[in-house]
């Protein structure tokens, strides 16, 4: 079983479209986030949530809505993408506590492009 | 949360050991020392933590100096598989949820 799932793995779509991804975690973490690797292959954080609650929202466009129905699941949704939102996005989960490393266990990456 | 730098890119043999090496100045006394390695179109996956001396598991030795300013991941025996980025992280991870990646050291091993 895959530990952090996303789907779908790749997404091309029109300027101005809505699109989501999800994202699901088997390892029974507490903590969830949405990262952003663009084409000079930065990794940026976006969304951090702790069981269901947002923590971190690292000022990203308001178009970009994270969701957590569970603690196993943090989908994000984006409205009228951009050209600029063309990039691979990296769901991730971890178990922060003392004890523990933090560790982040990653998907695969979902590579959106906008044309 | 302390900044990193590392260089940005590095070039080795197979069979050789690599020692990619890391300063954060500004680390903080909570502060753990963590790397990743991400391969081309995967997401970037754990190797080694470190708080102070030496840690060392199956993948790599992790070196931190009595001042913690700096810090020494070391591959031994690099094979064409561990071409990769490698991260070098600075944060209180055991306790928090912000995990900042920085630019990486791309590695590339040749034959």
């Known amino acids: 079983d895959t530990a952090v799932s996303q789907t779908p793995k790749y997404l091309v779509t029109q300027m101005g479209n809505d699109k989501s991804i999800k994202c699901e975690q088997n390892?029974?973490?507490?903590?969830m986030y949405w990262y952003k690797q663009d084409s000079k292959k930065f990794l940026k954080i976006m969304f951090s949530?702790?069981?269901?609650?947002?923590?971190i929202n690292e000022t990203v466009p308001n178009r970009f809505s994270p969701k957590s129905p569970d603690k196993a699941h943090l989908n994000l949704h984006i409205n009228s993408l951009e050209l600029g939102d063309s990039a691979v996005y990296f769901c991730?989960?971890?178990?922060?506590?003392?004890?523990?490393?933090?560790?982040?266990?990653f998907g695969e990456g979902s590579r959106l492009t906008v044309l | 949360l302390a900044k990193t730098t590392q260089p940005i890119s590095m070039d080795s043999y197979e069979g050789q050991e690599v020692n990619i090496t890391c300063s954060h100045n500004?680390?903080?006394?909570?502060?753990?020392i963590t790397w990743y390695q991400q391969f081309p179109s995967q997401g970037p996956r754990f190797i080694i933590q470190?708080?102070?001396t030496k840690v060392t598991n199956e993948v790599a030795s992790l070196f931190i100096p009595a001042d913690r300013k700096s810090s020494t991941l070391s591959l031994p025996r690099v094979s064409l598989s561990d071409t990769a980025v490698y991260y070098c992280?600075?944060?209180?991870?055991?306790?928090?949820?912000?995990?900042?990646f920085g630019a990486g050291t791309r590695l590339f091993v040749k034959a």
């Open positions: 500004n680390i903080a006394t909570n502060d753990y």
């Open positions: 470190g708080y102070k």
């Open positions: 992280l600075v944060g209180d991870y055991p306790g928090g949820f912000k995990t900042i």
């Open positions: 949530y702790n069981n269901k609650e947002l923590i």
């Open positions: 390892l029974g973490h507490d903590t």
């Open positions: 991730a989960s971890s178990q922060p506590g003392q004890g523990n490393t933090g560790e982040l266990f």
